[in-house]
Structures are given as structure tokens and as C-alpha cells.
């Protein structure tokens, strides 16, 4: 024997992901408390060795690309990891994916929100989930294919393979619409849409990113006679053969290293056209749309698993004779991070909570989801980076090795920032949103006074955040500062109305009274943090 090994941390490993007090309360007060004990189903088996182990391997053993077959016939196929096949079948079984247009349940999108939160092993996979999810909507602009395809893809089984499409039992959507010389701005997308006699197109061009490419239908943007238009594109066409859409190379990411994400081509590729012709952005927004709540519901994610990492080291790591969570700088470090988490999560659960409304009709939630969806998601995937590379700190040089998980955590931090829309375009649409659709600025501005006269520093935000629109000349300059601080002003008031008191307390002092330093891990004197670090500590047996 060389040495002893003690002083080590345990296996985060058997405790419940879906055990937060911000996630619980919010499934209740959003309508979706009957999915609990689903939720909690979902959450247990996250916390398992094994589901952590299927994150693990996934994301070690990344897809790789086969173009041909051994005989020289292009196949275009996408080669994964069995552990990647588990991950994606417990997110479909469990309706993580388009189940929720299915379920006239009120709440439905609430309880798939809480469930795309709490199972978080592995990021990669919850890309082609999060793309079929937000198809529907688009899809239901031509009701002919919705008819065909919206069932299988609520239906919830796992069908991987290159098939026709109608014939499979469950069917994955994805969406390509990037090109290399566009990049967010799709106007300038040069791929060709040829309409032919039997009503189909023929699609030839270049997609710089198409992440999932074995999905089995996708929605892409192409230039049809009369403008920019969306199309429906299946893998496999109708009669069996492969639709010509050719798989040039994968991306070498920095992170979210288990989910493929490809470069194509169409050649003559068939797409039938979805929604009128030339409104293929209008179509499409709608799927965008849902998929920036999945990156707010991802960021949030991250960083309640973050700050559980760093509580849990915390509780089970000595340093100077003491328990590191029993130290007070430590304490505050761990604190500010529950706070930061508990906000993104209070925020992301009243959002999905907006949607499900707002798809039953609701026309108030309608308008406040479109400036706070996207100023929550400006926000929310701006701080988790920072949150991320805090959380890994915790653990000293433990947090740094491969092994302890948070390197991946960390690599993923940065990408929900830039899915959907990096952050300039996340902001610009939020000040495009209060401009089009003024009453979209009521509703928020309604939402947050509902708090009003509880919390000085809250009142004194929002009072700033009206006058910042006065100076309309600088508006686009100051875009950024006026989107940071309506979505401060609204976690703001959705934690003081609905939060812990002491997580309350703290989020107004700091984030909107200016009593915070530029780090973590820097709140005042004077707050009760026992409570917060007991909520992010989790119970494990």
C-alpha cells in the first residue's frame, strides 16, 4: 500500500434530478401538476449510474460519418453509439419530444418542459427531441401533411432507420436552414426550390448546418419562384429510395459532441412545400420559436446540474479542518449559484407555462411569450458559461479532469447561446418584437407589476426599464443593456411572487440593487443563505 485514499467526494449517483423545489412548484402553478409522478419517474432514472453512464459514452464514442458502402454506393448514414439509441428512446417514450400536441391535457407543454429539464445526462441528444417538438407547429401550415406525419411524430416509439417515413412507427423531424454565406441572416440562402408538375420540388443547394441528419423528414428553407419558402425534405422517399440529400462531412464542435451535426447537399432533392410560397420565414419562426424555449429549458438545466455538482462536493470534501460547505466563502459561492439557477428555472417554467396557454388560444399569454421568450432566452443562455466555469471551480482541479463530468458541462455552456440565434439576433428580436407587436411590451410590462410595491429595487428596475425607451436614437446600440434588464426585472418579479423568500431577498439585492461584486460567489452580509444551499444540495441516499 502506497497511500489511502480519503477525503474523496462520493458518486453523485441515486438521487432524483427531478427533485427541485423551483421545477416542483413550478409544474403546479403552471397547470401540469399531474404529471408528478412521471416527472419523478424521469428524474430517478436520470440519477442512476447507468443513465449517466449512457451521457457519458455517448458523448465518448461521437457519431461517425459513412458515406458509402463497401461496394461504393452512397448510403449517407450517420453511425452512433448504442448509448446514444438509449438516451433517445427514454426521451421518446417519455414524450419529450412532440408528444404534448397530442395530449389535450392543459399543461401537457408544461409537464414536457419539466421533463426535458430534468432528464439532463446528455445534451446532444435533446437536439433532434427539441427539432421534432417544434415541427409541428410549421408543419400545421399545409394541414394535408401535418394530417400524415404530425401523428407519428407525437406517437411515442423510438424507430430508428432510413425508411420511408409512413411506414415507420414514430418519426423524428429536424430543420436545416443555415448556409454558408448567410448564417443567421436565411435571406440570403441560395438553395434553389424547382416546382414539378405533380405538385413536389426539386431542392439543389448547400445547408452549412443540419444537426440530427438521420432525423426522417426535415424542415429547410429554399428560394422557390415567388421567394424564400419552407419545404418538407424526407430522408427516404415514398418508393424506398434515399432522397438525394448528400452528407459532405460532420462538424467538429467544441461541445454537444454526441449529437452529429452536418454540412449537405441537395441534389434534385424532393420536398413538398409547406405554407404559401415566399412566407417561408413566417412559416418557419414558429418551429424557431420553440426551439429557443429548449435552449432557455437547457441553459436552465445546466445550471441546476452545475451548482448540485458543486453543493454536493461541498458537503462531502474537507479543506483546512472543515467541510468546504461549512465555510463561509465557499457557502457564498454556492449560494449566488442557487440563486442564479432557481431564477433561470422560475423563468423557464412560467415561459412553458405561456406556450401551453398560448397554443390553446390564450392571446395575453400569446403576447407576453413573444418579448419574454425572447429576452429570457437572450438572458438565461448569457449566464450559464459563467455559471458553468463557477460550478467547475468548486471542485478545485477535480473539476478540471474528464471524469468528473463538468468539462462536458462546461463545453456545452456556450452553444444555447448561439442555437437559434447568437446573442446580437436574440437581442434585436426582442427590440423587433416591442416595435411589430406593441402589446407585447403590455403584457410583459403587466406580468412584472404584478410584484409591484414588495421589493424597493424591483420597483426602481422597472421604472428604469420604462425610461429606457425614451431615447429611441440609441436604441439599437443600447440593446443589449435594455434586454439584460427586462429579463432581470422579470425573474425578478416571478421569484419574489413565486421563489423562496431568501432566494427573493438575495436576486433583488444583487442582480437589481447593485450590491454584488463582477465573480460569484460575492453576496452581501445580511442574506440567509442556509436555505438556499439546502434547496441546490441534492438528497442522495
Known amino acids: 500500500m502506497t497511500h489511502d ?26 397547470g401540469a401538476g399531474w404529471a408528478s409522478a412521471e416527472l419523478h419517474e424521469l428524474g430517478r432514472l436520470a440519477g442512476t449510474p447507468q443513465a449517466q453512464e449512457w451521457g457519458r459514452l455517448a458523448n465518448e464514442y461521437p457519431p461517425v460519418l459513412r458515406t458509402h ?12 453509439h448504442p ?27 408544461v409537464a414536457r418542459a419539466a421533463k426535458f429539464y430534468a432528464w439532463r445526462v446528455d445534451a446532444g441528444h435533446g437536439c433532434p427531441i427539441s427539432m421534432t417538438y417544434a415541427a409541428v407547429p410549421a408543419l400545421r401550415r399545409s394541414p394535408d401533411l401535418a394530417a400524415r ?41 441560395t438553395t434553389t426550390a424547382t416546382p414539378q408538375s405533380d405538385g413536389s420540388y426539386r431542392l439543389v443547394g448547400h445547408k452549412w448546418f443540419t444537426s440530427a441528419p438521420m432525423c426522417d423528414i426535415f424542415l429547410t428553407l429554399a428560394q422557390a419562384p415567388d421567394g424564400l419558402t419552407c419545404f418538407l425534405v424526407p430522408r427516404v422517399l415514398p418508393d424506398g429510395t434515399r432522397n438525394p440529400l448528400r452528407l459532405m462531412r460532420l462538424k467538429d464542435k467544441l461541445g454537444n459532441r454526441s449529437n452529429a451535426s452536418s454540412e449537405i447537399e441537395y441534389e434534385n432533392a424532393v420536398a413538398w412545400r409547406v405554407g404559401e410560397e415566399g412566407r ?5 419562426i414558429e418551429m424557431v420559436n420553440l426551439t429557443r424555449l429548449d435552449c432557455l429549458i437547457g441553459a436552465a438545466a445546466g445550471m441546476r446540474q452545475g451548482v448540485i455538482v458543486a453543493a454536493h462536493h461541498a458537503a462531502h470534501r474537507k479543506a483546512f479542518g472543515a467541510y ?7 457557502r457564498n459561492v454556492l449560494a449566488d449559484l442557487a440563486v442564479e439557477s432557481e431564477a433561470a428555472t422560475v423563468l423557464m417554467m412560467r415561459l412553458a407555462g405561456a406556450t401551453d396557454r398560448s397554443v390553446r388560444g390564450d392571446a395575453g399569454e ?28 468548486c471542485l478545485g482541479g477535480n473539476g478540471y479532469v474528464e471524469e468528473s463530468g463538468m468539462p462536458r ?33 403590455e403584457a410583459f410590462f403587466e406580468e412584472v407589476e404584478l410584484a409591484t410595491g414588495v421589493d424597493p429595487h424591483l420597483d426602481a428596475a422597472v421604472r428604469e426599464a420604462k425610461d429606457s425607451f425614451t431615447d429611441t436614437a440609441t436604441v439599437e446600440l443600447r440593446t443589449r443593456r435594455i434586454v439584460e434588464r427586462l429579463a432581470l426585472i422579470l425573474q425578478a418579479s416571478l421569484l419574489v411572487r413565486h421563489g423562496h423568500p431568501a432566494i427573493a431577498d438575495a436576486f433583488c439585492a444583487t442582480r437589481l440593487g447593485g450590491d454584488w461584486g463582477h465573480a460569484y460567489g460575492t453576496l452581501p452580509t445580511g442574506l440567509d443563505l442556509t436555505p438556499i444551499i439546502e434547496r441546490a444540495t441534492p438528497k442522495v441516499p
Open 280 to 284: 417561408g420565414v413566417r412559416t418557419i
Open 5 to 30: 485514499v480519503f477525503n474523496q467526494v462520493p458518486p453523485l449517483e441515486g438521487h432524483d434530478l427531478a427533485d427541485d423545489p423551483a421545477l416542483l412548484d413550478g409544474l403546479e402553478r403552471e
Open 324 to 330: 468546504l460547505a461549512d465555510q463561509p466563502l465557499m
Open 83 to 109: 448509448a446514444w439509441h438509449e438516451l433517445m428512446n427514454v426521451a421518446v417514450t417519455h414524450g419529450l419530444h412532440a408528444a404534448p400536441w397530442a395530449d389535450p391535457r392543459e399543461g401537457a407543454h
Open 409 to 441: 458541462l462546461f463545453r456545452e455552456s456556450p452553444l444555447n447561446s448561439i442555437w437559434e440565434g447568437s446573442g446580437n439576433v436574440a437581442a434585436l428580436d426582442s427590440i423587433r418584437a416591442i416595435v411589430r407587436e406593441p402589446q407585447s411590451l
Open 366 to 393: 400569446t403576447a407576453f411569450k413573444r418579448l419574454g421568450l425572447a429576452v429570457g432566452k437572450y438572458w438565461v443562455t448569457k449566464r450559464w458559461p459563467a455559471h458553468a466555469a463557477e460550478s467547475l471551480e
Open 149 to 189: 406525419y404530425e401523428p407519428l411524430l407525437a406517437e411515442r416509439t423510438y424507430d430508428f432507420g432510413l425508411r420511408p417515413p409512413l411506414t415507420k412507427t414514430g418519426l423524428l423531424a429536424g430543420m436545416s436552414m443555415t448556409e454558408k454565406q448567410g448564417g443567421s441572416d436565411v435571406r440570403a440562402n
Open 69 to 80: 458502402d463497401r461496394y461504393g454506393h452512397r448510403i449517407d448514414e450517420v453511425e452512433f
